[in-house]
């Protein structure tokens, strides 16, 4: 997953960290500094959902403590995605983040994008400002930083970051063209309504 993060230039250098829950209390989770497209499984490192290490011989991600409020505040979490997706990164450097009312596959996999206050990377910081959104999103734009989406399992999550990063780039492109015609409330609801908030098999609008 690392690997295809990167191939599909959604980080860049050693930027990005996946985490993916592997027992009732224990995460594996990429390591600090290493370029993220050149893993292998020894550079994992083994943690539990307090943080601490487990095995390994690396240091774990300076984000570890954003991953770890995650899978506190939602059990059905499997897995975690961070990256810095360039369009939607863009919109967070912007000051804004992704409406749940233009995009099928949007509205399905998240609802709304919503844009978290800019903290400073790598501290408790971070995940202090995503708090109050965990409960009901399954992803946000950090401001001025990045994206963090996560899921049932490695999948999922890794499919919502691919997803938000090409809406964005729709998005984009519509703006260019120069208007943006959005969904009306019935056909968000339409949406919304025969399908589950996780799990990627059901997200093919
Ligand atoms: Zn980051």
Known sequence: MCRRLWEARLIAGADGNVSVRVGPDTLLVTPRGLLKGELTAQDLVRVSLAGAPLGG???????????????????????????????????????????????????????????????????????????????????????????????ADLMSAQIRMESLEHAARI????????????????????????RGMSGHDQAEP
């Not at 403590?65 to 059990?75: G, T, V």
Request: overall charge neutral; glycine content about 10%; proline content about 10%.
């Open 57 to 151: 011989f690396r240091k774990a991600t300076s984000e570890l403590d954003l991953h770890l409020r995650i899978y506190q505040a939602r059990p059905d979490v499997g897995a975690v995605v961070h990256a810095h997706p360039p369009t939607a990164t863009g919109f967070a450097v912007a000051g804004e983040g992704l409406p749940a009312t233009v995009l099928p596959e949007l509205t399905v996999l998240f609802g709304e994008v919503p844009l978290v206050p800019y903290a400073l990377p790598g501290t408790p910081a971070v995940g202090a400002a995503m708090a109050p959104f965990l409960a009901r999103n399954e992803g946000v734009l950090l401001a001025n930083h990045g994206a963090v989406t996560w899921g």
């Open 171 to 194: 998005i984009l492109a519509a703006r260019t063209i120069g208007r943006v015609v959005h969904l009306t409330p019935e056909q968000v609801h339409e949406l919304a309504r025969p």
